[in-house]
């Protein structure tokens, strides 16, 4: 079965510090792979997705993630963290056939002033 | 207009109360989803609907019981809950059922059962 492995529960940064949060997936074929991020006591939101289109996909609020299928990983990235990024980030992969999410165990940022 | 929503935000119910959650798209999607989010912990597919029929049903207790009236509203039904079901109870939608849709969620209800 399709799995993503986020590397890290937690991630903690500087306010204009570089974000990396992990993700690798493992899959025989190219999946669907998604970031989403979750505001405390909030719903889910999209950042970004891949669907094989281009390997460096940009997103909103300043992420960009890159699909590295020799690494069979897809991190997400922003050049500046900002005290509004503190939040929960989740990689997830849609399965060939069927949309289905399945989520790994999220990352927690955390900026400092 | 990239929006569902889900009523009621905030639910306590006793374990013999019979309630329900709702959740309403108009974004003309034909595959709408409910999740539940334990606390810490990643959200988990509960059931899929594909136009309106049940497609995915991943082996939910039958005290859940989910409804789709129409396109547009999804409905949880909750019967005889136990204490461990309190969670965040997330609904979402995507345009179909298709591997590679996005998937928008809804800002979820939160569910505790005393």
């Known amino acids: 079965a399709q799995s993503v492995t986020q590397l890290g529960s937690h991630v903690s940064v500087s306010e204009g510090a570089l974000v990396l949060l992990r993700c690798n997936y493992s899959?025989?074929?190219?999946?669907?792979l998604f970031w989403y991020v979750q505001y405390p006591n909030q719903g889910l939101q999209l950042l970004l997705k891949y669907t094989s289109a281009a390997t460096l996909v940009k997103g909103i609020n300043g992420f960009e993630a890159e699909f590295k299928k020799s690494e069979t990983s897809f991190h997400l990235t922003k050049p500046s963290a900002h005290m509004s990024d503190a939040a929960e980030y989740f990689c997830a992969v849609s399965p060939s056939g069927f949309q289905k999410l399945v989520f790994g165990t999220g990352t927690r940022l955390l900026v400092s002033p | 207009d990239t929006e569902v929503t889900q009523t009621p935000k905030h639910l306590v119910m006793g374990m013999t109360n019979k309630k329900s959650l709702k959740c309403e798209q108009h974004?003309?999607?034909?595959?709408m989803y409910w999740y539940k989010q334990k606390a810490k912990k990643p959200p988990e597919l509960m059931f899929v609907?594909?136009?309106?029929?049940?497609?995915i049903n991943e082996s939910v207790p039958s005290r859940f019981s989910p409804e789709c009236p129409n396109s547009s509203l999804l409905n949880l039904h909750l019967h005889a809950l136990q204490p461990e079901d309190s969670a965040l109870y997330l609904c979402a939608s995507s345009p179909d059922s298709s591997s590679g849709n996005t998937i928008y969620f809804g800002e979820g209800s939160w569910l505790t059962v005393v």
């Open positions: 609907y594909s136009y309106e029929k049940l497609s």
């Open positions: 899959s025989s074929v190219p999946p669907y």
């Open positions: 974004m003309g999607h034909r595959a």
